[in-house]
């Protein structure tokens, strides 16, 4: 091979791997500021939902992702559920509505699917922190 061909091949691996590099740390950083984010809309931490929701079993009704085991099929799948409009069709989703829904989803919606959980103030929060993470 010409030496100037093996520079180029060479200068291009480098370019490759830097511009992989690059796109690695902008993911990286949308996710650390995506959780920044759902934590000051939120009063929650993101992990504690995330702990709390795989402990109360959201997943045995929901697909949620990045909860293990969540495949559940009887309430609606919660991919994207941060950039979502509505909450369950009837209230517009913002953290308060979502702490009441994930409290009370039956004085919301009476004889809906998903029962009340007797969830705290705080692990409504929590968990409402680990949704708006969900934005895909
Ligand atoms: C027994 C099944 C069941 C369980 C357990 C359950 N849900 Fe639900 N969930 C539903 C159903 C059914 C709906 C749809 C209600 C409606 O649209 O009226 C729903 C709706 C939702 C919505 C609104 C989704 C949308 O598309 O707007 C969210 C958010 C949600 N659930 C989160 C949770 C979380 C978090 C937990 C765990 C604390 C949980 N759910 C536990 C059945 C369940």
């Not at 979502?98 to 039956?106: C, I, N, T």
């Not at 919606?109 to 692990?123: I, K």
């Amino acid at each position: 091979m010409p030496s100037e061909l093996r520079f180029v091949l060479i200068l291009t691996g480098i370019a490759t791997l830097a511009g992989a590099a690059s796109v690695f740390g902008i993911y990286r950083q949308d996710a650390a500021q995506a959780r920044t984010q759902a934590e000051a809309m939120t009063g929650g931490h993101v992990d504690a939902g995330k702990a709390a929701m795989a402990r109360t079993n959201c997943g045995a009704c929901h697909r949620i992702p990045g909860i293990a085991g969540a495949t559940g099929t009887t309430g609606p799948a919660l991919n994207g559920i941060a950039v979502r409009a509505e909450i369950a069709g009837v209230l517009v989703n913002n953290p308060g509505n979502m702490v009441r829904w994930l409290r009370q989803p039956q004085q919301v919606v009476p004889g809906n699917g998903m029962p009340n959980q007797g969830l705290t103030e705080q692990e409504a929060r929590d968990m409402a922190a680990y949704l708006y993470t969900v934005k895909k």
